[in-house]
């Protein structure tokens, strides 16, 4: 029955195939996430970096991946100096 066996190799083919097909969608899918935490991240405004945003004493600073920069909008800025006394290192520094 050559038809029989040639059908079933067929079918062996597409498996394979369609197995292949699945890898590459995986390893697309994971590429795009990927560009899309890249393209959400805030770029570093020193080097080619990507801020990561990180807990500072309950405060989110942002912090480069690249230069280890840190990273403050005005209103983390203002709670870093009130949340600090005029004994603190950051205090001082604006005052
Ligand atoms: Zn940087």
Known sequence: MPIELDDRGRAR???HFHRKEQEIIAKMKAKIQEDDARRLGIKCPKCDGVLIEADFDHIKIDVCDKCSGVWLDAGELAQLVEKDDESGWF?????
């Open 13 to 15: 083919e597409n498996e």
């Open 91 to 95: 205090g001082k520094l604006f005052k």
